[in-house]
Nanobody, 127 residues
Framework: QVQLVESGGGLVQTGGSLRLSCAAS????????MGWFRQAPGKEREFVAA????????NYAESVKGRFTISRDTAKVTVYLQINSLKPEDTGDYFC????????????????????WGQGTRVTVSS
């Protein structure tokens, strides 16, 4: 089992920045893929970014490329999501997830293959 705890959400103005954190504990392996997803009110949960822990290869949703950056601290077993130039449409609950599925190529953005999920952290962007 892997436990994931997100933090760093909050209320920010349009154009502002946030850094979300996700601390992993438990049976975490370097083969895992770590992902960030978000869910706006009344909408489906969508992929935002992912990183394969073993080689730091990343993958981003087209809608966030250039504004979002996923990174990690291996010593802390923590993955981050830096969000810049926030827009009102970025409002939602942001979830961290871990996938045990071995992957080649780009880290997966399919939420169905993620095995562990955090409780989410809320981001609200005011206009």
């Amino acid at each position: 089992q892997v436990q994931l705890v997100e933090s760093g959400g909050g209320l920010v103005q349009t154009g502002g920045s946030l850094r979300l954190s996700c601390a992993a504990s438990g049976r975490f392996y370097a083969s895992y893929v770590m992902g960030w997803f978000r869910q706006a009110p009344g909408k489906e949960r969508e992929f935002v970014a992912a990183m394969r822990w073993s080689d730091s290869r990343t993958n981003y949703a087209e809608s966030v490329k250039g504004r979002f950056t996923i990174s990690r601290d291996t010593a802390k077993v923590t993955v981050y999501l830096q969000i810049n130039s926030l827009k009102p449409e970025d409002t939602g609950d942001y979830f961290c997830a871990a996938s045990k599925t071995l992957s080649v190529g780009l880290p997966t953005g399919l939420k169905e293959v993620y095995d562990y999920w955090g409780q989410g952290t809320r981001v609200t962007v005011s206009s």
